[in-house]
């Protein structure tokens, strides 16, 4: 096994060690972190998720957040929004807090009912800088089109969200997102409720955020997506959470150790390979 | 017909209640159109009733003034709304259940109260208004608790349109998210308080709820779910005004609510988002129903 990869456990190793681990991260080395989480413990009152994990984010990188269900994926995003706090351990912002983090929330969570058309979604994003009485001015009105534009809902962007498609709405919320342009993008199960072509088209726009130096990370439970844009992997699982680049994480021994694939699973899906190296595309 | 205008303009009892339901209608639209889309519909009549033991005790206390009706419907509204926020949040029970508990047991209070008082309480006019009622001071407080609802919503409409279309992307959007969610029912109960008068503590959602979402059927934008929803709220005033005036013996409140119940009937047949279309598009991917069903299973 690699020496990149770096796992945290109910008892295994102490915070030098992790430490360590860390600084050997090379693309951490390489690219300046958004994000330093050390020694993260996760849970709730009576439910600890997975105990003491580091590791950065770093700009320019995209995370995938894998895990079955109940492993805490949501938390963890939910933890680095700040909606709740850590059992245990440090959240520190190199750079300081982004004044706005961008996030995308499970598309179940919403009303599409609401009154309102698909522009009037997007601008939600740059609501911040606007505050509670000005509207848009003409610069961000330019950057709502191009945000529209790239997210494919440029043509229906008078359209009220309750005549949309499942795959428009997805589109739309990312056009929020994009107007949010913010350096650290959290985004919960995006693909769960869209088809090939949606996927395909949200993917190119991962990758522009990744290009551009955003850090990205997205909760999957598809691992065809995951390898198809995203640079490291977190997988939470059995009361453990392992970090690292995606092919050394995503291995059959660990995706089954951390109850993410039975056992058969895991040898159909990496039948006549010994590793996900071959799959990997990053 | 303009014999009865006229008739109906020369008592000055008439003159003040149509005034003071051309204002109310203006404040409680927008505090209806938001119960309604924040799926509080029903919250809002639990919270007329929560606040009938603040008036009730106010009442026995200090008469029927304006004063003893703010101050106790006050407390009242106010200590349920936040009783309710801290049992959903520290407790298993959600908002929905700890607001009926705890609205049911200040309704029971409320009644037992009043019946212990004895005879000398307007009962009827106390339950279902009464447009005789509406003096100077009942004035003063409906334009001065419309003067503070059309100011807060000046300041409060964009967070409210933002935490109420996506509440958990709002959370993430501002530190205190609950401000949000507090002042809303703040202002509910205000409006609660400026109806009483005209409408009776069970009626007083009325003119908020059938209004804002006879609107529902009409409107795909929240400035055409407002302005409508104003224009339905004030019609049912004036037609139930006069509806009242007409038949002496019927109390006001039910007969405004009753009109707003007809543009309601018409607006779900007629509407455009009602019977009248299909809500839908017809040709959606497989995900969408996923992701209704899962919807709808959370609403459960």
């Not at chain 1, 726009?205 to 551009?212: L, S, T, V």
């Not at chain 2, 005790?57 to 407390?75: C, E, K, P, R």
């Not at chain 2, 259940?97 to 019946?115: D, E, H, N, P």
């Not at chain 2, 009937?265 to 209704?292: C, D, E, N, T, W």
Request: with cysteine; net charge neutral; hydrophobic share 50%.
């Amino acid at each position: 096994m690699s020496d990149r990869i770096q796992r945290s456990g109910a008892g295994r190793g102490g915070s030098g060690a992790v430490g360590a681990l860390v600084a050997r991260d090379l693309r951490g080395d390489l690219m300046s972190a958004v994000l330093q989480i050390r020694d993260l413990t996760l849970g709730y009152r009576d439910l600890t998720l997975f105990h003491r994990l580091s590791m950065d984010i770093a700009a320019g990188t995209t995370l995938a957040v894998l895990g079955a269900n109940g492993s805490g994926k949501s938390t963890f995003v939910k933890m680095l929004l700040g909606l709740m706090d850590p059992l245990s351990g440090s959240l520190t912002w190199p750079q300081g807090r982004p004044g706005d983090i961008g996030y995308l929330a499970q598309m179940t969570e919403f009303d599409r009912r609401f009154p309102i058309r698909v522009r009037d979604l997007a601008a939600m994003g740059a609501w911040r800088g606007f505050g509670y009485r000005t509207g848009l001015d003409a610069a961000a009105r330019d950057r709502m089109a191009a945000a529209l534009d790239e997210a494919g809902v440029l043509d229906i962007a008078d359209r009220p969200l309750h005549m949309l498609s499942g795959g428009q709405l997805q589109r739309a919320l990312f056009a929020r997102v994009i107007m949010q342009d913010a350096p650290l993008i959290l985004l919960d199960e995006p693909f769960a409720a869209v088809d090939q072509s949606t996927e395909a088209h949200l993917l190119s726009i991962i990758r522009r955020w990744r290009d551009e130096g955003r850090a990205v990370v997205l909760v999957v439970h598809d691992l065809s997506s995951v390898l198809d844009c995203c640079s490291h992997a977190l997988l939470l699982g059995g009361q453990e959470a392992t970090h690292g680049p995606v092919n050394d994480v995503l291995t059959p021994d660990r995706l089954v150790a951390q109850g993410y694939l039975s056992e058969s699973q895991a040898s159909w899906m990496f039948r006549g390979t010994h590793s996900t190296a071959e799959h990997a595309n990053v | 017909m303009y014999d009865l205008i006229v008739e109906m303009w020369s008592f000055a009892f008439m003159r003040r209640a149509f005034v003071a339901t051309t204002v109310l209608s203006a404040s409680v639209a927008p505090v209806g159109a938001f119960l309604v889309l924040r799926r509080l519909s029903l919250a809002g009549e639990a919270m007329a009733h929560a606040i009938t033991p603040g008036i009730v005790i106010g009442f026995v206390t200090a008469g029927l003034s304006v004063m003893s009706l703010l101050v106790g419907g006050l407390i009242a509204g106010v200590g349920v709304a936040i009783l309710t926020a801290f049992l959903a949040r520290r407790t298993i029970l959600r908002s929905d259940a700890s607001l009926a508990s705890l609205y049911l047991i200040a309704l029971a209070v409320g009644i037992f109260i009043l019946s212990a008082a004895g005879s000398a309480v307007p009962l009827k006019s106390f339950l279902f208004g009464s447009i005789l009622g509406i003096d100077d001071a009942s004035m003063v407080l409906v334009g001065g608790v419309a003067t503070v609802t059309l100011l807060a919503f000046g300041v409060l409409l964009r967070p409210l349109i933002v935490s109420t279309c996506d509440p958990v992307f709002f959370e993430t959007q501002t530190r205190r998210p609950w401000l949000v969610d507090q002042g809303f029912m703040l202002l509910l109960v205000l409006n609660l308080l400026a109806a009483f008068k005209t409408l009776g503590t069970l009626m007083a959602v009325g003119l908020m709820i059938l209004p804002a979402t006879a609107a529902r059927y009409w409107a795909s934008t929240i400035t055409g779910q407002l302005v409508l929803g104003f224009l339905f709220a004030l019609s049912s005033c004036w037609i139930g005004l006069t509806l009242s005036y007409l038949f002496p013996d019927t109390p006001s409140g039910p007969a405004i609510v009753l009109v707003a119940g007809g543009f309601f009937l018409f607006s779900a047949i007629f509407g455009p988002l009602g019977f009248g279309r299909r809500m839908r598009k017809p040709s959606v991917s497989k995900g969408i129903h996923i992701a209704q069903i899962q919807q709808e299973e959370r609403a459960q």
